[in-house]
């Protein structure tokens, strides 16, 4: 029993310091594909460390839940992998220790993981978003640093645009500066063209000290119109010209209560009851709609019409006159105002209709986001057991440890789990699919991967061997190895030369019989193909174990003659040419699927053919061979 725990503290160091170091680089690496999606945000705005600091710890506080998996997925691949690499996984398998047992101690631990980062998710995760997207929302109102480059124009300074041909970056000079004024409008735009100047923020942060010399101000002194040709301005130079320019550019904290109502700042307790009430209220405002609809737009009464045209309409169903009939005998004044109305009408209610209907789908889009956020928490936490079931008996089977092999493998399922869990909750979100089918997608596709390949991890099956693949794939299209007979070192019991000639004529004898008694080359019936009783040629399976048995004693020979001889036997697959299936009912049913029947039909048509090739091959071989044998007696 102290083995078996030392085992289990082995298996724990082994998978935890590997987790530890693959853990920080998958954050690391969701890290900066999420600084670099807002990289703009911060760049060029002289926001403190304290604020950058505060925004690299939160997000990475957000992306813990997204990092584990990934990270279980590789280090679950890489321990078992150097396990296998190093013979380490034989000999606890040799130990009879199984697989199941060898991985108990790390599915606990895993275990814990998933517990860890649903904790993250339903309690650290909100807090962390909202102050996130707090600073984010924050980082991007701050003005950003005054860095007026040369030769392109600035318009960072709101309400102006700036030109500076040259800059003096050690005095801060500005030269031949040309600025736009749009404070009044773009129609009473001020224009101001000066030979240098200077810029400085002033104490408080709060507005920049404009400072330019020798130069011109224009300026229109009234809107200009379409119809006016000439518009009266004002022209000033000016020797000197100082002016104050309001530019906030200090940081400041929004507040935390515009994340209030997004779902990834609520936990589950909260996602649940924000889930019914935005259900009951999309129900109430449903019904509302269809009331009013009913009662307003559709009803096919007159409340919505005017007393006059009330009373015109009741006098007409009185004198059986229709309302195509009082449309027809209106004056064209009448009709006129008659369709005006109608149109009228009609285009308020569609807008009033299509604003509600966006009212609608955003309320029902709210409730499917707050949703896929609550089922969101469950199926990524997991997914870190799921990668684990995945990782860990595939390491066994691919046996290849460190960064290569492992690190392929793991991105490529990451990548496969990304897309179809991206898939199903975009559907999900949009109300394509059903939310608990979308969110729930990855889950069903990988949970009986993790199974498969740990139920022949465990059986120790060559699920990942090629030749297995290669071989199986030869067996489909028929294709078939060669014979390569080589001359033995060492012979322990010579060929009986004196009577194989006898074993190889009755073998040719019994090929000849088989031949023309089964009559190979023939289209077989098809009816009798499938319903058939027997599943095996009894008889091709006795020639062919005679043949291989005569083949193996005369392997023994010196005679490279013979050696060559013995490679021109063709290697027969005993069952190809007979129904596929051993089970009666398959064959039935093959049978009665034409299509599929068909192809099996020629398939075995082709097999026979050829099985009839190999058996004249036999018959020609064996009579080569006892020539062969023949003059071997003679020289001994």
């Known amino acids: 029993m102290l083995r078996i725990k030392k085992l289990d503290i082995f298996i724990l160091k082994s998978f935890c310091m590997l987790f530890a170091g693959t853990f920080f680089i998958c954050l690391f690496i969701f890290m900066m594909q999420f600084l670099w999606r807002y990289v703009d945000e911060m760049v060029g705005k002289g926001l403190e460390m304290t604020v950058l600091a505060q925004f690299f710890f939160y997000s990475a506080l957000t992306l813990v839940p997204a990092s584990l998996p990934l990270a279980i997925l590789l280090a679950a691949l890489i321990t078992f992998g150097n396990f296998g690499e190093r013979f380490e996984l034989l000999a606890m398998k040799a130990a009879g220790i199984s697989l199941l047992r060898i991985m108990q101690p790390l599915i606990i631990f895993i275990a814990f993981i998933c517990c ?15 102050k996130l997207w707090t600073l984010l929302i924050s980082m991007r109102q701050k003005s950003p640093e005054l860095d007026i480059p040369e030769g392109v124009f600035y318009d960072e300074i709101d309400g102006y645009n700036l030109y500076v041909k040259k800059k003096d970056r050690k005095t801060g000079m500005l030269y031949d500066v040309l600025i736009y004024n749009f404070e009044k409008g773009f129609e009473n735009a001020q224009i101001i063209k000066s030979d240098s100047g200077k810029l400085e923020m002033t104490a408080d942060k709060q507005h920049l000290y404009l400072h330019l010399y020798s130069g011109e101000q224009f300026e229109n002194l009234k809107s200009q119109n379409m119809s006016q040709k000439n518009v009266p301005y004002r022209r000033e130079s000016f020797r000197e010209k100082h002016a104050i320019i309001e530019f906030d550019s200090d940081f400041n904290m929004a507040d935390e209560g515009i994340m209030s109502g997004q779902s990834n700042s ?19 405002i449903g019904r509302a709609y269809y009331q009013e609809a009913m009662q307003g737009t559709y009803n096919k009464t007159t409340a919505t019409l005017t007393k006059e045209d009330t009373l015109k309409i009741n006098q007409a169903l ?5 309302v195509d009939s009082l449309f027809q005998a209106s004056t064209l004044l009448q009709k006129q105002k008659i369709l005006s109305t109608a149109v009228s009408r009609a285009e308020s209610a569609g807008s009033d209709w299509s604003f509600k209907s966006f009212n609608v789908s955003q309320s ?19 997914a870190c057991l799921i990668f684990f079931f995945i990782g860990a008996p595939l390491g066994g089977i691919i046996r290849k440890g460190g960064l290569g092999m492992p690190v392929v493998v793991s991105v490529l399922i990451f990548i496969v789990y990304y897309i179809i869990n991206n898939t199903g909750y975009k559907m999900a979100r949009d109300g394509k699919w059903i939310v608990w089918m979308g969110m729930w997608t990855s889950t069903a596709v ?33 294709i078939r190895s060669q014979r390569h007979l080589f001359r033995k070192e060492v012979i322990i019991h010579d060929p009986d030369y004196d009577r194989l000639p006898g074993e190889l004529e009755r073998l040719s004898e019994e090929c000849r019989a088989y031949a023309s008694q089964k009559q190979l080359k023939h289209a077989p019936n098809y009816f009798k193909l499938w319903m058939g009783s027997a599943t095996r040629d009894e008889v091709m399976v006795g020639i062919n174990e005679r043949m291989e048995a005569l083949i193996d004693e005369m392997s023994n020979t010196r005679s490279a003659i013979l050696l060559a001889a013995l490679n021109n036997y063709p290697v027969i697959p005993v069952h190809a040419h007979v129904r596929p299936f051993r089970a009666y009912w398959l064959n039935i049913l093959c049978g009665v699927l034409v ?7 020629f398939r075995i048509w082709a097999f026979r053919i050829r099985l009839s090739k190999d058996v004249d091959r036999i018959v020609k071989n064996n009579n080569d061979v006892i020539h062969i044998i023949q003059s071997i007696k003679q020289n001994q």
Request: glycine share 6%; with cysteine.
């Open 364 to 382: 029902q889009y709210n409730l499917r986001r707050h949703m896929t956020a609550w089922h969101e928490k469950l199926t990524l936490s997991l």
């Open 266 to 284: 609520k936990n589950m307790s909260t996602l649940q009851a924000d889930i019914d009430s935005m259900a009951c209220r999309n129900d109430s």
């Open 446 to 478: 990988l949970a009986p991967l993790g199974a498969f390949l740990t139920y022949k991890s465990n059986k120790d099956s060559v699920v990942l061997n090629a030749d297995a693949y290669i071989h199986w794939i030869k067996k489909v299209l028929g």
């Open 318 to 322: 009185v004198g059986n006159y229709s």
């Open 595 to 601: 299509p599929v029947g068909l192809f099996f039909y």
């Open 116 to 130: 860890v980062s649903f904790y993250f998710q339903n309690i650290i995760g909100p807090q962390a978003q909202t």
